[in-house]
């Protein structure tokens, strides 16, 4: 047997104290604390036998596992977004901010229309849902796709899925991170957004988006990758790096399908070394920035529930780490991410005990010095 290592984020669960949050905007943001103080029924036990009710300072009566430790992982990259965070783990730095913008100009919308062969309606910054609430409708009527952006840097297509065309979506979005590219616009993700409904029962989103990030340097996935090491991403990590250095990619659609496919993963037997590296996204987009605490808190139970049997398949020379990209604080103003520090509970047995872990590009570390 390979060596076998999994790193799971948790998309925007994050734990407060950042120590630029407040030149974000986000100063008092704390995703977990804010969870806990407001959801009593909160309760974690798997996650807190691995050290997270010692690294939030609450009180932990059950038994802490013995091969793992907990840590606080700052962000230094310039940004609070998906793509930033996941470069970041992986040991690609964001030195400079990613294009963020009110509106995208109308030069580049008049060339959008052009070559993807349509008009548009929207083009300001909004919350994905509050958007089709809004102009759903007129897309209907005038068959032209939603365009928006939020305060990441994302440029946000939306279309129904059954009379715009899902494929035609997909492909006007690759149409405009071209564009983009062409342009040196630097916007960390081209999303597109199908959705499904009508006026009369409401319009909703469907699991079917796709993101079109830049392409990333060097990361950890690609020197993994050049050792020989199979790098599996397990949902949107593939569209995150663009594809770079991930050796399989398989998409999901939302947490369960997520856990379910590294259940699958980490017990297929294989003589190759493997890194699973899995974003289970539905805190952040079901839940974070729809400002929802209580469907936060279930799904971070679930997660925990599903948790419990992972841990009972790890053997004393795996790695396994649980960390996160970013926060969204559902109780935060707004509708976005929020700047935070994540955790990072890492689980390694055998002799390999790395190093102290501070900073994101730790995780980056910790697993290339894993398969040295």
Same mark, same amino acid.
């Given at each position: 047997m390979g060596k076998r290592a999994l790193v799971i984020v948790l998309d925007s669960v994050g734990c407060g104290g950042a120590p630029d949050a407040a030149a974000y905007g986000d100063e008092g943001a704390d995703t977990l604390r804010h969870l806990y103080d407001g959801i009593p029924a909160l309760r974690l036990p798997n996650l807190e036998s691995l050290g997270l009710s010692a690294l939030l300072g609450r009180p932990f009566t059950g038994k802490i596992r013995m091969d793992s430790r907990a840590f606080r992982l700052t962000e230094l990259s310039a940004g609070k977004d998906t793509t930033n965070g996941h470069w970041e @783990?992986? *040991? %690609?730095? +964001?030195?400079? $901010? =990613? /294009? +963020? %913008? @009110? &509106? =995208? $100009?109308?030069? =580049?919308?008049?060339? /959008? &229309?052009?070559?993807?062969? +349509? *008009? =548009?309606?929207?083009?300001? $910054?909004?919350? *994905? +849902?509050?958007? /089709?609430?809004? /102009?759903?409708?007129?897309?209907?009527?005038?068959?032209?796709p939603i365009l928006y952006t939020s305060a990441d840097s994302v440029l946000q297509l939306a279309a129904h899925e059954e009379t715009f065309g899902l494929e035609r979506l997909w492909e006007l979005c690759r149409t405009a991170r071209g564009i983009l590219d062409e342009r040196g616009m630097r916007v960390g993700r081209v999303i597109a957004r199908p959705f499904v409904g009508d006026a009369d029962t409401g319009f909703r989103r469907t699991p079917n988006r796709h993101d079109y990030s830049l392409t990333p340097g060097e990361t950890a996935l690609d020197r993994l990758e050049r050792r020989g090491v199979n790098v599996i991403g397990v949902g949107k990590i593939s569209d995150i790096f663009a594809g770079k250095g991930v050796s399989e990619s398989y998409p999901t659609k939302g947490n369960r399908a997520g856990m379910e496919r590294i259940d699958e993963l980490w017990s297929a037997p294989s003589s190759d070394d493997r890194f699973i590296f899995a974003n289970l996204v539905d805190f952040d987009s079901l839940y974070g920035h729809r400002r929802d605490p209580d469907g936060y808190a279930r799904c971070l139970m679930e997660f925990d529930v599903w948790l419990g049997g992972l841990l009972g398949n790890i053997e004393p020379d795996d790695l396994v780490m649980i960390t996160a990209d970013h926060g969204n604080d559902p109780y935060h103003k707004g509708t976005d991410h929020t700047r935070e520090q994540v955790p990072c509970l890492r689980i390694s047995g055998g002799s390999f005990d790395p190093l102290e872990m501070r900073v994101f590009s730790d995780v980056a570390r910790v697993v290339e010095s894993f398969f040295a």
């Amino acid at each position: 047997m390979g060596k076998r290592a999994l790193v799971i984020v948790l998309d925007s669960v994050g734990c407060g104290g950042a120590p630029d949050a407040a030149a974000y905007g986000d100063e008092g943001a704390d995703t977990l604390r804010h969870l806990y103080d407001g959801i009593p029924a909160l309760r974690l036990p798997n996650l807190e036998s691995l050290g997270l009710s010692a690294l939030l300072g609450r009180p932990f009566t059950g038994k802490i596992r013995m091969d793992s430790r907990a840590f606080r992982l700052t962000e230094l990259s310039a940004g609070k977004d998906t793509t930033n965070g996941h470069w970041e @783990l992986m *040991g %690609c730095m +964001t030195a400079v $901010p =990613f /294009l +963020t %913008c @009110l &509106a =995208f $100009p109308d030069d =580049f919308i008049a060339k /959008l &229309a052009v070559v993807g062969g +349509t *008009g =548009f309606i929207g083009n300001k $910054p909004a919350s *994905g +849902t509050a958007i /089709l609430d809004e /102009l759903g409708e007129k897309h209907m009527r005038t068959g032209k796709p939603i365009l928006y952006t939020s305060a990441d840097s994302v440029l946000q297509l939306a279309a129904h899925e059954e009379t715009f065309g899902l494929e035609r979506l997909w492909e006007l979005c690759r149409t405009a991170r071209g564009i983009l590219d062409e342009r040196g616009m630097r916007v960390g993700r081209v999303i597109a957004r199908p959705f499904v409904g009508d006026a009369d029962t409401g319009f909703r989103r469907t699991p079917n988006r796709h993101d079109y990030s830049l392409t990333p340097g060097e990361t950890a996935l690609d020197r993994l990758e050049r050792r020989g090491v199979n790098v599996i991403g397990v949902g949107k990590i593939s569209d995150i790096f663009a594809g770079k250095g991930v050796s399989e990619s398989y998409p999901t659609k939302g947490n369960r399908a997520g856990m379910e496919r590294i259940d699958e993963l980490w017990s297929a037997p294989s003589s190759d070394d493997r890194f699973i590296f899995a974003n289970l996204v539905d805190f952040d987009s079901l839940y974070g920035h729809r400002r929802d605490p209580d469907g936060y808190a279930r799904c971070l139970m679930e997660f925990d529930v599903w948790l419990g049997g992972l841990l009972g398949n790890i053997e004393p020379d795996d790695l396994v780490m649980i960390t996160a990209d970013h926060g969204n604080d559902p109780y935060h103003k707004g509708t976005d991410h929020t700047r935070e520090q994540v955790p990072c509970l890492r689980i390694s047995g055998g002799s390999f005990d790395p190093l102290e872990m501070r900073v994101f590009s730790d995780v980056a570390r910790v697993v290339e010095s894993f398969f040295a």
